[in-house]
């Protein structure tokens, strides 16, 4: 190697060495959520840390996120990308648009929320998840297409729970896979 191809690289890897240790609260929730690494977001979130969904009383406090939450994620595959930021000020507010393998195989459109970040001394304190435009829309969808694949899966697998299905490696993917397949 010649030494303009050595100072290159030597560039490039000091430019990556800072971008990851120059990552948002938000660029680390996202990646870590992406990448379904709930070990790394112990130190990223509050002890009262909680999502709110702003179109349902449910939400989701930090025990919830751990055992159900990130589980889910996992389990669909489901990935979340932010489209725009619409305030970078605290709260900090982004348009984010979900995909998962889930709304692939059902054919459902990737729904945009509208997600809030609100921290405490430098770690996320709350994540509230408000509607779009487009919201209602995808409800629907996603109400219809998931009730005809759960009573698909009522009447070829009675005896799967849906505990089964979550806690199994694979199987919830394997089943909507078979489903979709069968039709």
Same mark, same amino acid.
């Given at each position: 190697?010649?030494?303009?191809?050595?100072?290159?690289?030597?560039?490039?890897?000091?430019?990556?060495?800072?971008?990851?240790?120059?990552?948002?609260?938000?660029?680390?929730?996202?990646?870590?959520?992406?990448?379904?690494?709930?070990?790394?977001?112990?130190?990223?979130?509050?002890?009262?840390?909680?999502? /709110?969904? =702003?179109?349902?009383? #449910? +939400?989701?406090?930090?025990?919830?996120?751990? !055992? %159900?939450?990130?589980?889910?994620? $996992?389990?669909?595959?489901?990935?979340?990308?932010?489209?725009?930021?619409?305030?970078?000020?605290?709260?900090?507010?982004?348009?984010?648009?979900?995909?998962?393998?889930?709304?692939?195989?059902?054919?459902?459109?990737?729904?945009?929320?509208?997600?809030?970040?609100?921290?405490?001394?430098?770690?996320?304190?709350?994540?509230?998840?408000?509607? /779009?435009? =487009?919201?209602?829309? #995808? +409800?629907?969808?996603?109400?219809?297409?998931? !009730? %005809?694949?759960?009573?698909?899966? $009522?009447?070829?697998?009675?005896?799967?729970?849906?505990?089964?299905?979550?806690?199994?490696?694979?199987?919830?993917?394997?089943?909507?896979?078979?489903?979709?397949?069968?039709?």
């Amino acid at each position: 190697m010649n030494l303009s191809t050595i100072i290159l690289l030597f560039y490039v890897l000091c430019l990556t060495a800072c971008k990851q240790n120059h990552q948002t609260l938000v660029d680390k929730y996202y990646n870590y959520l992406n990448n379904y690494q709930s070990d790394n977001f112990q130190n990223l979130l509050t002890d009262d840390f909680k999502i /709110t969904l =702003t179109y349902t009383d #449910y +939400f989701y406090n930090r025990t919830d996120f751990f !055992d %159900r939450y990130i589980r889910n994620y $996992k389990v669909y595959k489901e990935k979340s990308t932010i489209v725009k930021t619409i305030s970078d000020n605290e709260p900090k507010k982004f348009l984010v648009e979900d995909n998962s393998d889930y709304l692939q195989y059902l054919k459902v459109n990737r729904p945009k929320w509208i997600v809030t970040f609100v921290t405490a001394n430098n770690k996320i304190q709350q994540v509230i998840i408000d509607t /779009t435009e =487009t919201s209602r829309q #995808y +409800f629907n969808e996603i109400k219809e297409k998931s !009730d %005809r694949f759960t009573n698909w899966l $009522k009447e070829k697998y009675p005896d799967e729970t849906s505990t089964v299905l979550h806690e199994t490696e694979g199987l919830f993917l394997k089943r909507l896979k078979e489903y979709v397949e069968a039709r």
